[in-house]
């Protein structure tokens, strides 16, 4: 695992100062954006600091027995006061007696150029990278001077107005007594009651205490970050495109189609239903309906017919039989045969004697040994 430290800063946040902490080395480099440190990997921890130009702390004890949403609504009742910008402009994190207070655009902006990358991402305050229990300490970090307090809350500056803001602390808690981690020689005077500790080394930084601080950071899902993570290729990318449209589609067409079918259903019905009887006027129950017309039908309208077994044109060709119509009054069938083999023709003539079907007409033509043409057999409507 390797640790990184990433430093943004307060005049420029499209400047990024990265530490490599476990080179021996301590590497530094300074990049524009997060998207560079691509090379980073699941096993690698990134500690990105924010300025405190972009967080606020407070001291805030939680009422354990009430739940977090009520415990951030009672926070801000006590605080919205002093917020110089809308309350619905800021995150909120209450964490062990303190809480703070982030800019909701700028924290989205950062979590989403932070989600692109694979490392174990931590952010918090820049204030607490050096963070001592029970103890103030002022810490001095690339021109800054960073103050974190005992409970947790803290600021920074840099050099200009180092002093002003020690005169309020001071003001405010005459008994201000801090580890020092700073060269300044003005401000180590300033505590002489306290040891004047060495200069601020980042291989030094307890991960312990880091982890035990609230984490600013949560992942930023989009569609687009899905298949970065999941390394697609473009044509994986189109396929699983297709995939949700159809997922998608899929529902909508289904239920169009089987409207289109109940639509056509009810329609053809209503058709036979209007060829049986024209005075029908609405389908609603089939079966009951067409019984009533079949009962209104005189017992000497209803006739016997005795359909011949037509299933020798089915049995010897019927790939080459396009259409067979029966006309029960004419008593006889009509075959219509499509180029049929010779040989298969006079099979099927010669068995349809068997099946009592007698050939009374050949309206057909042989072509290159092929029959083409209409067939009519005889039909037997007595019993």
Known sequence: MS????????????????????????????????????????????????PSS?????????????????????????????????????????????????????????????????????????????????????????????????????????????????????????????????????????????????????????????????????????LNLLFKKLNLSKLQILLCAVAIGFIIAGPFFLTYKNNANASLYSSSTFDIFKAIDKDINKVIDPKSQIDQIYKQIPESNLISVKIPDLDVFFKYGSEYISDISIDIDASYASIKINSMPEFQFNILKNNASRFNIQIIDNDLESIDGLISGTLKAGLNNND
Request: with cysteine.
């Open 3 to 50: 640790l990184y430290l990433a430093n943004l800063s307060h005049k420029d946040t499209n400047s990024i100062n990265i530490y490599n902490i476990s080179d021996d080395n301590k590497s530094k480099f300074s990049i524009n954006n997060f998207d560079e440190l691509n090379n980073l990997n699941e096993s690698d921890k990134l500690l990105v600091l924010i």
């Open 54 to 222: 972009q967080v606020t702390s407070y001291e805030f004890e939680e009422n354990k027995s009430l739940s977090p949403q009520i415990n951030t609504a009672n926070f801000i009742s006590d605080v919205d006061s002093i917020f110089a910008e809308a309350v619905s402009d800021n995150e909120y994190f209450l964490f062990n007696g303190a809480a703070y207070v982030v800019n909701k655009v700028f924290l989205k902006n950062l979590n989403k150029s932070l989600s692109e990358l694979n490392a174990q991402i931590h952010v918090f305050p820049e204030y607490l990278i050096n963070i001592i229990p029970g103890e103030d300490v002022i810490t001095e970090f690339e021109d800054k001077y960073m103050i974190s307090y005992s409970n947790k809350t803290g600021f920074s500056c840099d050099q200009s107005s180092l002093n002003q803001y020690l005169d309020i602390v001071i003001n405010n808690k005459p008994n201000f007594s801090p580890l020092i981690y700073s060269s300044n020689k003005n401000l180590i005077n300033k505590f002489q009651d306290k040891p004047v500790d060495k200069l601020f080394d980042l291989t030094k930084i307890n991960l312990s205490q880091i982890d035990s601080l609230p984490n600013f950071y949560s992942l930023d899902i989009s």
